[in-house]
């Protein structure tokens, strides 16, 4: 049965509003660990999710069997004048342009052309090369992804797109007195050119690990901060980004929930969330049919726009701005981040560590913990040197920091002239695939100590 005509009975129903999404995923992972085979899975599957909204109650039914997605249609309906009947809280969906197109993302070399053994001695010969006599185990990980989605809402919007992504990551540990790690990962939209990103990580991923096991403690106090682009990109997304989402905004769990037109940051600081941009994040269009669209949530230090999917947009009254994003076809969209960009500035890196009398250069992220409600954030770094008298000197190990977000971002004196881009796995109970875009920032003051 077609799937317009199964949107326009649940319509008929009574539905205020419905949409289906149908995919067909074909994927490929794979983990080498110290050059043995732990984990190799591939295949195919295909599967649709009903989307019902009946007056203030959502339904969702996902299916694997396109022959029940009447049914599953039905269900959806049923659940959403349920879920209507507890519901407290109004709910509504923004409008939004009801988009027509089919768009495709080509890569240069498909994966599905590569043979398992291939990517398997893809993984082998990164590892030999990142094998130094310092590096005691190697963790290689290679992962690909092919989604072709079919979107049909019952405003009219009708999308096509195929999607394809791939990603490597290498983990190496070494051990000197203590455990010591360096992961780095590459990867984007595309196809198997991609893997050539890989190799470029080798030597990073290595020289750190060397560093590391040579390093020394950092100092902690109230100190200024030279993040790298990877951890400034890191930092964009996780203390500032997360609390950008509608969601949480409109369902009062940030800290910029009221803040639009407010000075979130310094001057000159203008933070994007943008899927439009070829990287990890990139995607036509969203999960609800929204046109992507490049959203400048800083500008220029003042609070300009959030990420936002229909209902989130109509709890706010802002306009939906293609924020919506499901992991697969088995759960709903949510708000979700594309690939995250602090815009670059106009100074050199060697200004920027010019400007530093005693402080911190930390390289690339290893985690950490924020809350977006209170606008706090606590990060680990990979790598990190010492910074005296505007020069770079030794490596320090187990670099953390701390701060309030909103705080941190005011003191932000420096941006440099340089940009990167990185990937990302962001998790908010679904994971999504995300990138993460930046240059050298310089931090006046954080709080930074050993972990
Ligand atoms: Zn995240």
Redesign the pocket.
């Known amino acids: 049965m077609k799937l317009k005509k199964i949107v326009d009975d649940v319509m008929k129903e009574g539905a205020d509003y419905c949409d289906i999404r149908k995919e067909k995923w074909d994927r490929t992972s794979l983990n080498l660990k110290d050059g043995e085979i732990e984990q190799f899975t591939q295949g195919g599957e295909e599967g649709a999710m009903v989307r019902v909204l009946y007056e203030d109650g959502w339904g969702y039914v996902g299916t694997s069997d396109f022959a029940e997605l009447k049914k599953a249609s039905k269900r959806a309906l049923s659940m959403a004048k349920t879920n209507n009947k507890f519901k407290k809280e109004k709910t509504g969906l923004a409008g939004t342009k009801a988009n027509k197109d089919e768009v495709i993302i080509k890569c240069d070399q498909d994966p599905l052309d590569f043979s398992a053994e291939e990517k398997i001695s893809l993984l082998k010969d990164i590892e030999d090369k990142v094998k130094k006599d310092f590096v005691t185990s190697t963790d290689l990980r290679y992962g690909e992804a092919t989604v072709e989605n079919e979107i049909i809402t019952s405003d009219g919007a009708e999308i096509k797109m195929k999607i394809p992504r791939l990603m490597v990551y290498i983990i190496i540990t070494g051990k000197s007195d203590t455990i010591q790690r360096a992961a780095e990962g590459a990867g984007g939209t595309g196809g198997f050119e991609l893997t050539e990103e890989a190799y470029k990580k080798i030597d990073v991923v290595t020289e750190r690990l060397s560093n590391l096991l040579d390093a020394g403690t950092p100092p902690s106090g109230n100190i200024p901060l030279i993040m790298d682009p990877s951890l400034a990109g890191v930092f964009a997304?996780?203390a500032f980004g997360?609390a950008a989402e509608g969601d949480l905004v409109s369902g009062g769990n940030s800290c910029l929930k009221g803040r639009i037109g407010d000075e979130v940051a310094a001057e000159g600081v203008t933070i994007s969330d943008d899927p439009t941009v070829e990287g990890y994040g990139h995607f036509p269009y969203d999960d609800e049919g929204t046109k992507a669209k490049k959203r400048v949530l800083v500008k220029n230090g003042k609070m300009n726009d959030f990420i936002l999917d229909r209902e989130s947009a109509w709890k706010l009254d802002m306009e939906p701005n293609g924020g919506a994003r499901a992991e697969d076809f088995r759960v709903k969209p949510l708000v979700r981040m594309s690939n995250t960009i602090i815009e670059p500035g106009d100074m050199k890196f060697q200004e920027l560590v010019e400007e530093v009398d005693k402080g911190i250069y930390a390289k690339a992220s290893s985690g950490g913990q924020v809350n977006p409600a209170q606008g706090t954030f606590q990060f680990n770094a990979q790598e990190g040197y010492l910074i005296e008298g505007g020069e770079i000197k030794e490596a320090v190990r187990d670099v953390s920091f701390n701060g309030f977000t909103l705080e941190t971002l005011q003191n932000i004196v420096g941006i440099a002239d340089d940009f990167e881009s990185s990937i990302g796995h962001?998790?908010?109970g679904q994971t999504a695939s995300v990138g993460e875009m930046a240059p050298h920032i310089l931090i006046s003051d954080v709080t930074v100590g050993g972990r």
């Open positions: 997304h996780e997360h962001c998790g908010k």
